[in-house]
């Protein structure tokens, strides 16, 4: 392992997830149950163990941030010390959660530990290991941002490569549209559409003035206008046929 998600929020909705599994299993499969323990003190024991797993995992999330931002690497040691962090704050929580006057648990740690939290780690622990393995997947790639530079060093623009609509010439600027938050947005950038065109290559050019992410091409609105995701543009000879193969 090379790479860690250090998104707080892709790992609040893993806490969450955990949480809830937690919960579910626990209340309904009853891992420890010796028949002494009722239906309300398994909904606290179920509810207990399930808030601290989330706020445990919350936690690390920003204890692994920490490390990674300060270190720029991961590997599968961090990884298994990252699991081993977050059991060790798990189990003093919910052990003191098991021995205060909410539950007055009669175990002590040597039984606690071996008989309940033992089976709660066995069922646990391959949840967080696929969670973990699925926040990687939710990395963007590189090769999908786009940084758009302009001659001024102040004049950047980062978007995602899938939300690049179209670059339109605008004198000694290029005015790029893109869909920020469901909307057609557009940012003035002072560069010329053909260093634009250089750079990203697979934009197509419609016309002399503009050029086009090919993936938001919808429809012909006639023989010389195209139709875009949230905007129409005109399309000259030179470029239709190569258009047309789309």
């Given at each position: 392992?090379?790479?860690?998600?250090?998104?707080?929020?892709h790992?609040?909705i893993?806490?969450l997830l955990?949480?809830?599994?937690?919960?579910?299993?626990?209340?309904?499969i009853?891992?420890?149950?010796?028949g002494?323990?009722?239906?309300?003190?398994?909904?606290?024991?179920?509810l207990g163990?399930?808030?601290?797993?989330?706020?445990?995992?919350?936690v690390?999330?920003?204890?692994?941030k920490r490390?990674?931002?300060?270190?720029?690497?991961?590997?599968?040691?961090?990884?298994?010390?990252?699991?081993?962090?977050?059991?060790?704050?798990y189990?003093?929580?919910?052990?003191?959660y098991?021995?205060?006057?909410?539950l007055?648990?009669?175990?002590?740690?040597t039984?606690f530990?071996?008989i309940?939290f033992?089976?709660v780690?066995?069922?646990?622990?391959?949840?967080i290991?696929?969670a973990r393995r699925?926040?990687?997947?939710?990395?963007?790639?590189?090769?999908?941002?786009?940084?758009i530079?302009?001659?001024?060093?102040l004049d950047?623009?980062?978007?995602?490569?899938?939300?690049?609509v179209?670059?339109s010439?605008a004198?000694?600027?290029?005015?790029?549209f893109?869909?920020?938050?469901?909307?057609?947005?557009?940012?003035?950038?002072?560069?010329s559409?053909?260093?634009?065109?250089?750079?990203?290559?697979?934009l197509?050019?419609i016309h002399?003035?503009?050029?086009i992410n090919?993936?938001?091409?919808?429809?012909w609105?006639?023989q010389?206008?195209?139709?875009?995701t949230?905007i129409?543009?005109?399309?000259?000879?030179?470029?239709?046929?190569t258009?047309?193969?789309?």
């Open positions: 392992m090379k790479q860690l998600n250090i998104s707080i929020k790992n609040l893993v806490g955990i949480a809830l599994w937690i919960f579910v299993f626990a209340f309904i009853r891992p420890f149950d010796d002494t323990i009722d239906f309300k003190s398994w909904f606290l024991i179920s163990f399930s808030v601290l797993a989330f706020l445990c995992y919350s690390l999330a920003f204890v692994q490390v990674y931002l300060k270190t720029s690497k991961w590997n599968l040691k961090l990884e298994i010390a990252s699991l081993l962090f977050f059991y060790l704050i189990l003093i929580g919910i052990y003191f098991y021995k205060s006057p909410i007055k648990g009669g175990y002590n740690f039984a530990f071996l309940i033992s089976r780690a066995l069922i646990l622990t391959p949840v290991i696929l699925y926040l990687i997947k939710l990395i963007p790639s590189k090769d999908d941002i786009l940084t530079r302009g001659e001024n060093k950047i623009l980062k978007i995602n490569k899938a939300d690049l179209c670059i010439n004198q000694n600027y290029v005015e790029i893109y869909i920020e938050n469901d909307k057609l947005t557009s940012k003035l950038l002072r560069t559409l053909r260093k634009v065109q250089e750079d990203f290559d697979f197509m050019q002399r003035s503009h050029l090919p993936t938001h091409f919808k429809s609105r006639n010389n206008t195209v139709v875009l949230q129409e543009l005109p399309v000259s000879k030179n470029y239709k046929e258009l047309l193969a789309l």
